[in-house]
């Protein structure tokens, strides 16, 4: 009986680290995502600034019809 307890009590402390593995793998992907959407964020934030810049430059050229 105490052999099957010792087997069951293993057999946990194995799921738990593999539950631990996984949470921490979980914590990292989230954590490159998270900054990975920042940076996307940031880019874009600064395309929208330099398309606004060229619109204001090209917009003192007018074509005539």
């Known amino acids: 009986v ?3 307890i ?3 009590v293993r057999q ?3 799921g738990l680290e593999q539950v631990t593995s996984a949470m ?3 914590n990292s992907v989230t ?3 998270v900054s990975s959407t920042q ?3 940031d880019s874009s934030t600064g395309l929208s600034l ?3 810049r060229l619109r204001d430059s090209v917009g003192v050229y007018k074509l005539k019809a």
């Open 31 to 33: 954590t490159q995502f």
């Open 2 to 4: 105490s052999q099957q």
């Open 12 to 14: 946990q402390f194995i």
């Open 24 to 26: 921490k793998e979980i």
């Open 39 to 41: 940076q996307s964020k």
């Open 50 to 52: 330099v398309a606004e």
């Open 6 to 8: 010792s087997a069951v």
